[in-house]
């Protein structure tokens, strides 16, 4: 198994660019989820999903944009960086709705100029 | 609103030490709270899982207590080594929602 992986692992955009940060796990897992860590801020939840189909916010959702067509695929939008979106993208995912292990992803770092 | 805190937030101990990293939560109604370790530029690594129903996990020189009602865990590292040195975090599972605290960040000094 691959685990959770994501694409790319660095990205510099310019303000008012749009990109998509892609996610995907092999491991046939429900909850899906997206969080940006930046320094003295720890790790914030943006929005997450607990199947195909179904997704919500979390802490932090202004400014991006998710779906999930399929159990596999996480894909988080920007549709108009701007700098305040400089940060760590973490993808993760677990088993279940609540209660089991989280699995992350290498992480994404982006840079808006 | 559901917070997570550290203590403390670095730390720098002399090889061979044993160690206690703290977490504190404010909402008691977790499903389970998971210990990560994350290197400089890195992702996050799975340490240990906690079930609420549980008091403790071990995992090699790693042990992680957590008492729900009064909202806290520690992890306890034995013996530490440079290899240890990394921030630490801890994450509280409230089910749809999973709120980390800000890391501690350990130095183990050889």
């Known amino acids: 198994n691959a685990g959770v992986t994501q694409t790319p692992k660095f990205q510099v955009l310019k303000t008012g660019q749009s990109m998509t940060l892609q996610c995907a796990q092999d491991m046939n897992h429900e909850y899906m989820s997206w969080y940006r860590q930046d320094p003295g801020m720890g790790l914030r939840l943006i929005h997450y999903?607990?199947?195909?189909?179904?997704?919500d916010q979390g802490e932090v959702p202004n400014g991006y944009n998710v779906s999930r067509s399929t159990t596999e695929d996480f894909p988080l939008r920007l549709l108009s960086a701007a700098p305040s979106q400089t940060s760590v993208y973490f993808c993760?995912?677990?088993?279940?709705?609540?209660?089991?292990?989280?699995?992350f992803g290498p992480g994404t770092r982006l840079t808006v100029l | 609103k559901q917070e997570v805190t550290q203590i403390p937030a670095a730390l720098s101990v002399p090889e061979g030490e044993n160690l206690v990293l703290n977490c504190s939560f404010t909402d008691s109604a977790i499903y389970n709270l998971q210990w990560f370790r994350q290197d400089p530029g890195k992702g996050l690594t799975s340490l240990l899982l906690?079930?609420?129903?549980?008091r403790e996990q071990t995992s090699g020189r790693l042990n992680a207590s957590l008492d729900k009602s009064s909202g806290r865990s520690t992890l306890y590292i034995a013996a530490s080594q440079p290899g240890d040195s990394a921030t630490y975090l801890c994450a509280v599972d409230y089910g749809q929602n999973f709120v980390f605290g800000p890391g501690t960040r350990l130095s183990v000094l050889p």
């Open positions: 999903s607990v199947g195909a189909g179904i997704t």
């Open positions: 993760a995912s677990r088993k279940g709705l609540a209660g089991n292990e989280q699995f």
């Open positions: 906690i079930q609420s129903s549980q």
